[in-house]
């Protein structure tokens, strides 16, 4: 059963609290439990409780634009992981970072960011802030957005397109993708087409993952 980190604000058991309350509109963030369905074991990362520790966190958070807790608490399960799922593009900075430096564990595992405002930051950005991004977002493995009009977007930024899914594409009509498919059936991964995405970056070969576009 292929194992996921997901790297997301609000931590997985205060999630399914509020959603069994009734204040949450599924038991993890943006519907990822969908996965779990399909063969996926999913594991989230608490965030600190001690107050010093959380002080210094939003401090260091402030300076550099983008959360890095989670990706820092979750080294040890991330070298056991079978990929890394950011939700939203903010908590796979780090991790992307690390990536692109060739540091364990990241360096390793695919990454799967899943985007909602990438594409209308890139939009908006100057140069200097388009750089900033790309050096960012480069190392993903795969990067899901909202619709097919954000692709030329993203692409134009310096992205590959074969980093990039609309979170609608149906994978399985691709014929890169059927073959794929094919090979990982084989090998007993999970058999439904929800996951087509996530099995994308999960079928790169280790020495692919992290030398996307530059």
């Not at 899901?144 to 134009?156: A, G, K, P, Q, W």
Request: aromatic share 6%.
């Amino acid at each position: 059963m292929p194992r996921a980190l997901i790297l997301c604000e609000e931590e997985f058991q205060n999630r399914r609290r509020r959603f069994d309350e009734g204040s949450a509109p599924s038991p993890l963030p943006y519907g990822i439990n969908a996965l779990e369905r399909h063969g996926y074991r999913l594991h989230g990362q608490a965030r600190t409780q001690r107050h010093v520790l959380s002080k210094l966190r939003d401090v260091v958070e402030h300076r550099r634009g983008y959360p890095v807790e989670q990706a820092l608490r979750a080294i040890p399960s991330a070298a056991s992981a079978d990929l890394v799922i950011a939700l939203l593009e903010h908590q796979g900075v780090l991790a992307g970072l690390w990536k692109a430096r060739g540091l364990p564990p990241y360096a390793s595992r695919p990454l799967v960011i899943w985007s909602c405002w990438l594409a209308d930051d890139v939009r908006r950005a100057g140069a200097q802030q388009r750089a900033q991004l790309r050096s960012r977002f480069a190392h993903a493995d795969l990067i899901t957005h909202m619709s097919r009009h954000e692709t030329e977007i993203l692409v134009d930024l310096g992205l590959d397109q074969s980093q990039l899914a609309t979170q609608t594409t149906r994978w399985r009509n691709s014929p890169r993708m059927r073959h794929r498919w094919r090979a990982r059936r084989s090998r007993n991964r999970p058999s439904s087409s929800s996951g087509m995405p996530i099995k994308k970056a999960m079928a790169k070969k280790p020495r692919e993952r992290g030398i996307l576009a530059r």
